[in-house]
């Protein structure tokens, strides 16, 4: 007997004389070509197929932006696209909501502010100290060795000379204290408010006059 899918000549079993197919192979193919339709729908391959075509005719669908007025096609993971970019709906969006957009650049100027004052006080240790000025604000307890003022705090350098970096030759002072020193350092001052930075500026004289 011939199979009447291959067309190769078998012996049909004792069980089954009446055997049309060689093989499992050959039956499910007679099956796949009997019932087509019926085999198509239940293949996930095809169905994939058929979505992605649903899909693609689906986003050929054509709107007019609401900001920009130009026609765009609408994405097909948003059917009910207003805009033709995020760029017009966030333009949109300023223009219907100013007050909420006031606020919102008030919070991100004060957040990235902050931000970039820690930033340049990081970087303004490791270029100018060497990485030890915030360790002499935590010797001196974060306030200046002289008056006692915990605000507006400068790291000094005792001889003057930048490149000398060591703890030992840097000290706390707040701003009032620092510009007199300098001010006495450079003869522009001869009266100090606190004695203690008599002791200061005699040090800072003497490197001074040395380094000149």
């Known amino acids: 007997m011939k199979c009447i899918v291959c067309e190769v000549e078998f012996v049909p079993p004792v069980n089954c004389p009446s055997k049309k197919y060689c093989k499992t192979a050959c039956r499910s193919k007679a099956w796949k070509l009997r019932h087509r339709e019926q085999y198509l729908k239940g293949s ?3 169905n994939k197929k ?35 970019g995020e760029l017009c709906r966030n333009k949109n969006f300023k223009k219907n909501n100013p007050e909420k ?19 340049e006080a990081k970087r303004h240790n490791e270029k100018a100290f060497d990485g030890n000025r ?33 703890p030992e030759n840097l000290i706390t002072l707040c701003r009032g204290c620092h510009c007199q020193v300098h001010r006495a350092i450079d ?8 004695e203690a ?16």
């Open 134 to 166: 915030f360790a002499v604000l935590d010797r001196d307890e974060n306030k200046c060795v002289v008056c006692g003022l915990e605000q507006g705090l400068v790291v000094h350098h005792k001889d003057c000379s930048k490149k000398n970096n060591s």
């Open 44 to 46: 996930a391959a095809y």
């Open 101 to 119: 957009v006031r606020e919102y650049s008030k919070k991100e100027r004060k957040k990235n502010s902050e931000h970039y004052r820690d930033r």
């Open 50 to 84: 058929v979505q992605h075509s649903k899909e693609a005719n689906r986003s050929l669908v054509k709107k007019v932006c609401e900001f920009c007025k130009k026609s765009f096609v609408v994405s097909i993971r948003n059917p009910y696209q207003k805009f033709c």
């Open 187 to 194: 003869g522009k001052m001869v009266k100090f408010d606190h």
């Open 197 to 212: 930075l008599v002791d200061i500026v005699s040090t800072g004289c003497t490197s001074h006059t040395m380094h000149n």
